[in-house]
């Protein structure tokens, strides 16, 4: 067995995320156009038809397939025999550096999404590291590597419990999942670990989410054990939730659910559980002193043959002269695209706006909100000719405590994220007749392409976060909560639950 270059390492898993950030894996793309086949809410099957259309778009472009190119994490399987070629770092150092050079790809660059000092400064590491890396040492003489880069979205929905050991796990997901709201962009996965410690069952939880989608196989077999029927049992039960694609209710919701469990204590359940979004990304390697890995890219076959296009009744809006009378007449589900400047903003952006705000200061100069809509992104740097890069829309729920002093204090009119808005927000947006739309998540290339030009306008200095002036033509949206406050994500869910209940769901 020829000894392993420090190298190999450093090149395989830069190429490795290079990989993953513009080629969903096969299992995914096939599990997902099935479901578009399957599927009868409209807006879900919409929603899907621009995940699978954004997804192709991306690996022919070779540019992300999500604006949240991801935190990474690698689980590593290290041969106890393994001989090394020179290599002066640390495996983990060697990790860190792969990282590094995929996220600062000049011809795909990343968005650097890492903070450090998170309580406090949360200071931008400017290039995705350092990565999460769990390792276990294994008989063997190789390096088994498996990369993800996981997505804030569906990352800040985990949640962990300890059961009663008698207690139902199936139902206790049951319970938690419209508890997630739409944030983690479904269709994906979830990702279950049960037993061991509170540390162990959450490390289980993710390690599941690498494995390949395999439910219709299961389905069709029948299930061989008892974690084989829970997997089942799990994935019709929360299917039948109704909550949908973008949480806009349809037939489904979940892709797969995995389960990874250990041994525990007599007195213990513990249960993590983790999705894994639309923009599902992870891949395999072994490293074996033969060289470098180069992954096998996907055959242009291996997507559908769909295309998504916006409904010859969608309803253009001119965001350069839109008017509250108008927005009072859209209508909940409605499709918008959207034509004209729209500003941005995340996180960063709304608590500097309030802090000078309270402080009296003021707004930054040429920053005006007077009659405009704000759009939730964090958009990734353009390279070539690109004028942005994937620019798709981040979770609105976390600007929620923003909004009414948006509405109140900067004469805005409206704004763009993804996923379900909570009643703060509600609230806000029925009591200033404002409106709130929603870009599908993960559909992150497909939307910059409506993009015409995009400058910064303020806080240049937050990167990504900083405050964009974009110019777009025919950018898709659904108006997810009404100048009444009605929200899609509350009437949809429940609407496709009761369809479910009266249908016989037909299986594989
Ligand atoms: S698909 Fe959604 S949850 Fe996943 S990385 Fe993109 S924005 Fe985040």
């Given at each position: 067995m020829a000894a392993i270059k420090q190298d190999d390492v450093i090149d395989s898993v830069a190429d490795a995320f290079q990989y993953i950030s513009y080629y969903h894996p096969k299992d995914y793309i096939d599990a997902l156009a099935l479901a578009y086949e399957r599927e009868e809410s409209p807006a879900a099957r919409d929603a899907i038809a621009q995940i699978l259309t954004n997804s192709k778009m991306s690996a022919q472009?070779?540019?992300?397939?999500?604006?949240?190119?991801?935190l990474a994490v690698v689980f590593v399987k290290l041969g106890m025999d393994v001989e090394w070629s020179?290599?002066?770092?640390a495996l983990s150092d060697m990790i860190h550096e792969g990282v590094r050079r995929a996220y600062m790809h000049p011809d795909n660059t990343l968005r650097a999404s890492v903070v450090q000092d998170p309580t406090n400064?949360?200071?931008?590491?400017?290039?995705?590291?350092?990565a999460i890396i769990h390792y276990d040492v294994v008989p063997g003489n190789k390096i088994e590597i498996t990369v993800a880069a996981k997505g804030g979205g569906s990352e800040n929905k985990a949640k962990f419990t300890t059961l009663m050991p008698s207690d139902s796990l199936a139902d206790w997901i049951v319970d938690v999942v419209p508890a997630m709201g739409a944030g983690w962009c479904p269709p994906g996965m979830l990702g279950i670990g049960v037993g061991g410690t509170a540390e162990k069952a959450m490390i289980l939880a993710k390690e599941s989410l690498m494995e390949s989608i395999d439910m219709q196989t299961l389905k069709v077999k029948g299930p061989q054990n008892k974690i084989e029927e829970l997997r089942v049992e799990i994935y019709d039960r929360v299917n039948a939730l109704g909550i949908g694609a973008q949480g806009?209710?349809?037939?489904?919701?979940?892709?797969d659910v995995k389960i990874k469990d250990y041994p525990t204590h007599a007195a213990s359940l513990p249960v993590a559980v983790i999705p894994n979004c639309a923009a599902t990304r992870h891949a395999h390697f072994v490293l074996d002193g033969s060289g470098p890995v180069a992954l096998t890219p996907p055959s242009p076959?291996?997507?559908?043959?769909i295309e998504w296009r916006a409904s010859d009744d969608a309803r253009r809006v001119d965001l350069n002269s839109v008017t509250a009378e108008e927005v009072s007449n859209w209508k909940p589900g409605e499709t918008l695209l959207l034509n004209g400047k729209l500003l941005t903003g995340r996180d960063a952006a709304h608590k500097r706006i309030k802090d000078l705000l309270a402080s009296g200061e003021?707004?930054?100069?040429?920053?005006n909100f007077e009659g405009r809509f704000i759009y939730y992104v964090g958009p990734v740097d353009p390279v070539?000719?690109?004028?942005?890069?994937p620019a798709g829309p981040t979770t609105s729920t976390r600007m929620d405590k923003f909004t009414d002093m948006m509405l109140s204090e900067t004469g805005l009119l409206g704004m763009v994220g993804k996923a379900e808005r909570g009643p703060v927000a509600i609230e806000a947006i029925k009591k200033h007749k404002a409106v709130y739309l929603m870009a599908v998540g993960g559909a992150a290339y497909l939307v910059s392409k409506a993009i015409q030009s995009s400058r910064v306008v303020?806080?240049?200095?937050?990167?990504?976060?900083a405050i964009y002036e974009f110019d777009v033509r025919d950018m898709p949206v659904t108006v997810a909560v009404d100048s009444c406050g009605e929200s899609v994500h509350q009437t949809g869910p429940k609407l496709w639950k009761s369809k479910i209940a009266q249908i016989p769901v037909v299986s594989a």
């Open positions: 472009g070779r540019r992300p397939v999500c604006q949240d190119t991801g020179g290599a002066k770092m400064t949360r200071l931008n590491t400017k290039d995705n590291t350092p806009l209710g349809g037939l489904t919701t979940v892709l076959d291996d997507y559908p043959a003021g707004l930054p100069e040429g920053v070539g000719d690109e004028v942005v890069g303020a806080f240049a200095e937050l990167g990504m976060e």
